[in-house]
């Protein structure tokens, strides 16, 4: 595995337990740096992936996208296809260790030629790229 997605995956892992304490900015979603973002559906055009993972203390868990087709110590349940929806309910602004911030959403994935969605939360710069604007 590539370093950069070591890193990638420490990042989402790192942010889902500083989103699950109370690190976050909360709800940005109506912040006008997000208008672009939140409250919108975009069709992927690109394979996303969703994951379960729990933390190692077994507390913490939850759904999470990425672009990654795998990640360690995270259960893959399914593959989300090109030309499947992504709706971002929320935004919320995380810090990380770099003092800045990253943009967390969450919402529903809705892979192609399905009536049924998931809920999830990702990192927005990792699944970005995936999304037709």
Do not use: W
Request: proline residues 5%.
């Amino acid at each position: 595995m590539k370093i950069r997605n070591l890193k990638l995956i420490a990042i989402v892992f790192g942010l889902f337990i500083i989103a699950s304490c109370t690190g976050q900015k909360g709800d940005m979603t109506k912040d006008p740096k997000y208008a672009d973002i939140a409250n919108n559906i975009f069709i992927t055009n690109g394979p996303l992936f969703y994951y379960h993972y729990t933390h190692s203390d077994g507390g913490k868990s939850g759904y999470f996208l990425s672009r990654e087709s795998s990640v360690p110590n995270a259960e893959l349940k399914a593959e989300i296809p090109a030309g499947s929806h992504v709706k971002i309910s929320k935004v919320f602004e995380v810090p990380n260790k770099e003092g800045g911030v990253k943009a967390m959403v969450e919402g529903d994935v809705i892979p192609d030629g399905s009536k049924e969605g998931f809920k999830y939360m990702a990192v927005y710069n990792d699944i970005e790229p995936a999304l037709k604007k």
